[in-house]
């Protein structure tokens, strides 16, 4: 077993040393991709299936490039031409993959929990790529690496997270993975885009996002869904900037300059304003290449490796 | 005829009267002929030793779903009615969600007639409240009623309309019947698949809040209270139902209520790891809810104790959770389940228990049965208090096997149900 077990599955429940363990991994991986040779053999001879039961771009071509450039043989299996619209189903697809002998899967799922569901009923390993608004867990790393990096370590940072948390599966991995790391959480949106038992999860609330602003070292801000308003749960875009846009007005008034992510794709206009998006203290294309990185370092030691060979695999090339 | 069957020095507990005391009990031509103290049976009398057992009226359960017709496949009223018998019930009350539905006479003897046919759990049919049980068009109650009908439901889905509710309560009472609520508003409990709170929080599952089912449960009580008719409310499942529920029984309304086996031992932590068999609606809750619902069942605000059986077929259970159908099977886990939680930890005496699982339901669907009273239905269930068993589903005489207590081990089970003077079921032991 792997110091990550079997599978990737979320950040809840993982350790300190585990997530540590993920994000030292990744940094000197990092380099990788800013040779003029991406590649590197490490994951030579493995097979690993992209399955994609909804619609990604960026996640899904960040883990193949993730593959890629460690040597993996990679396939992408995407709803719209998978055999689930015939009716299959999720299990049944996954056998038949794995019948053909493959070593992972990357799930991405509209339902929560289903990449759990795959991974106690495959022997390959399953890295969840967002399964419904359960959680993202790639992501959530991604976020600690770009973190940690910008702000000098985690332990005691404080970090809020904005925006439509109830539907947000990014928001859960990043409260599990910075709250593991030692970080103090807050989360700021409409109430009726909060779970109820939020503070349960151990988190703060902040109802105004110049109180959020005024508190936090960092702020992801999360997409917010435009569906949202169709469905009832606030009144309107335009209002929803007004009471929570992140503008550069209410970051100028902030007591010091705060670390700007955005796991994308972003509403401008809506949840952040391009001045903000395109200013000087937005991480949002760190946060990119950073995902290379990390999604590396997952495939990498749930493959079997040592963490401390990490390195060594950064200097090999094919 | 059957022979006579004269049952021998057993815990005799009858709580139509009063009755808890060893002695012997006399079954002729399908009637309690003699009940208490010793009996000489009669010349031919077949024996039963129910020494450390206790003798009880058959339970019966006014909440199933036996999936016939339309689901044969997942249960036929035949495997459903031998599943209750297998668990200690001579009588159990069939959901009309049926495809078609339940909502006509021709069904509804249907029904009736499979449950005969099987032989073994007397089977009353539901008729639905109205057509097609789409909240639109009362049924007709009073052809259903002729045809064996005992309540009437849309069990799956609420009366949203609270005129149709209205009149469905002032109808029924031409008949006689209880008109019997499935309390959710559809929509505060849209696309819920758990509980709304920590765990649906946490497990990024949308949650159904109490709410949804306690707005309902208060408008039944006043339109009751408006109408004097007597709603029957299903498969509570909070602490707040539980209390609006005392206050209407506080101000004389004639409402009635039921909770199930699983939601007084389970709560929302079960869905932990997206267990599939830890999903029904209404959805388990949280630990002071079942605590409410206890207390509730013990001083009587809550009538009486179902299970909800719904059996499903594997394949839809073994699904990511958002898309697997609610609900579990019970008939053969709930006395278990009964003595275990509510028994074992001092909720109820035994009397107690069987006055929930067979005097009340018999007495609040006006249903023969209920009574070991000389005269009355030779319905008799014999269970083991002490016996520790442990849930296999494979063994389940019931199709389904969807259980969220398979590998529990659990105490007390029905050792020989009799139906009609008729031993129906007997434990291998």
Same mark, same amino acid.
């Given at each position: ?99 053909? &002998? ?6 991405? /799922? ?23 608004? /359960?959680? /993202? ?26 925006? *439509?948390?109830? /539907? ?7 409260? %599990? ?30 109802? &105004? ?5 005024? %508190? ?39 007591? &010091? ?15 952040? *304003? ?45 | ?18 009755? $808890?005391?060893?002695? $012997? ?35 019966? #359960?006014?909440?199933?779903? @036996? ?35 339940? #909502? ?111 707005? $309902? ?87 009486? @104790?179902?299970? $909800? ?5 594997? #394949? ?14 019970? @008939? ?20 107690? @228990? ?76």
């Amino acid at each position: 077993m792997t110091i990550l077990g079997k599978d990737l599955l979320g950040l809840a429940g993982l350790s300190r040393e585990q997530v540590t363990t993920i994000l030292d991994v990744a940094e000197p991986l990092r380099a990788i991709s800013e040779r003029a040779i991406k590649k590197v053999p490490t994951l030579r001879g493995m097979t690993v299936v992209n399955l994609f039961f909804e619609p990604s771009t960026r996640t899904r071509i960040s883990f193949e490039f993730a593959e890629k450039r460690m040597s993996a043989d990679t396939v992408n299996v995407a709803t719209a031409a998978s055999s689930v619209s015939k009716g299959e189903t999720l299990v049944d697809t996954a056998r038949n993959l794995e019948a053909m &002998r493959i070593d992972m899967v990357v799930i991405r /799922h509209p339902h929560s929990g289903a990449a759990r569901f795959l991974a106690e009923r495959i022997e390959s390993n399953v890295i969840n790529a967002g399964d419904g608004t /359960h959680e /993202h867990p790639t992501q959530g790393l991604l976020d600690l690496l770009t973190l940690r990096e910008k702000l000098g370590g985690l332990e005691g940072k404080r970090i809020c997270i904005v925006g *439509d948390v109830l /539907h947000s599966r990014v928001a859960r991995s990043n409260i %599990w993975g910075l709250k593991a790391m030692g970080a103090q959480v807050a989360v700021c949106g409409p109430r009726s885009l909060l779970p109820g038992a939020i503070r349960e999860l151990g988190v703060e609330v902040f109802d &105004r996002i110049e109180a959020a602003i005024e %508190w936090a070292d960092a702020l992801n801000i999360l997409r917010l869904q435009l569906e949202r308003m169709q469905l009832g749960y606030i009144p309107s875009l335009r209002e929803y900037n007004r009471v929570f846009g992140v503008t550069r007005a209410r970051l100028e008034r902030a007591p &010091r300059d705060l670390i700007i992510l955005h796991p994308g794709p972003m509403n401008r206009g809506v949840e952040i *304003d391009s001045d903000v998006a395109d200013g000087p203290h937005s991480v949002i294309l760190e946060q990119v290449t950073n995902g290379v990185a990390v999604r590396m370092a997952v495939l990498y030691l749930l493959a079997g490796n040592a963490p401390a060979l990490a390195d060594a695999a950064k200097g090999a090339t094919v | 005829m059957t022979a006579p069957l004269l049952i021998t020095g057993g815990r005799l507990v009858d709580p139509s009267q009063g009755l $808890d005391a060893v002695g $012997d009990l006399l079954l002729v031509d399908g009637k309690v002929a003699a009940i208490g103290g010793q009996i000489a049976g009669p010349d031919g009398a077949q024996r039963v030793d129910a020494k450390g057992l206790v003798v009880a009226p058959g339970f019966i #359960d006014v909440h199933v779903h @036996l999936r016939e017709p339309g689901r044969e496949e997942v249960e036929t009223v035949a495997t459903g009615a031998h599943a209750a018998v297998a668990g200690g019930f001579t009588a159990v009350c069939a959901m009309p969600n049926t495809k078609p539905v339940t #909502d006509n006479q021709a069904t509804v003897g249907f029904v009736k007639r499979q449950g005969e046919a099987a032989g073994f759990a007397r089977v009353y049919p539901y008729g639905a409240i109205t057509v097609g049980q789409m909240g639109e068009t009362l049924a007709e109650f009073g052809e259903m009623v002729a045809a064996g009908a005992v309540a009437v439901s849309d069990d799956g889905k609420p009366v949203e309309n609270s005129h149709i509710m209205r009149t469905a309560l002032e109808y029924a009472q031409t008949f006689g019947i209880p008109v019997v609520e499935h309390c959710e508003v559809m929509a505060l409990a849209h696309g819920g698949a758990m509980h709304e709170g920590t765990v649906s929080a946490r497990l990024g599952l949308k949650g159904i809040p109490g709410e949804a089912e306690e707005i $309902d449960v208060i408008r039944c009580i006043l339109l009751a209270k408006l109408t004097k008719g007597h709603i029957h409310l299903c498969h509570l499942s909070t602490k707040g139902s539980v209390d609006l529920v005392r206050w209407g029984k506080d101000q004389g309304v004639n409402v009635t209520a039921e909770v199930c086996s699983h939601h007084i031992s389970l709560t929302h932590e079960a869905v932990e790891g997206y267990n599939t068999n830890a999903k029904m609606n209404p959805p388990l809750r949280t630990a002071e809810d079942v605590a409410a619902l206890q207390q509730g069942v013990k001083d009587g605000t809550i009538d009486l @104790l179902v299970t $909800d059986h719904a059996p499903h077929h594997y #394949d839809e259970k073994e699904r990511e959770f958002p898309d697997a159908p609610n609900g579990i099977v019970g @008939l053969e886990t709930a006395l278990g389940v009964n003595m275990t939680w509510l028994v074992e930890r001092g909720v109820l005496t035994i009397p107690q @228990l069987v006055d929930r699982m067979s005097t009340r339901p018999a007495k609040v669907f006006h249903l023969p049965g209920g009574s070991l009273a000389k005269g009355r239905l030779a319905d008799v269930t014999l269970f083991d208090p002490a016996r520790r068993w442990t849930v296999d589903a494979a063994q389940f005489k019931s199709k389904g096997r969807n259980t969220p207590y398979g590998g529990q081990t659990l105490t007390g089970q029905a050792v020989c149900t009799i139906v009609g003077g008729r031993v129906v079921h007997q434990l291998d032991r």
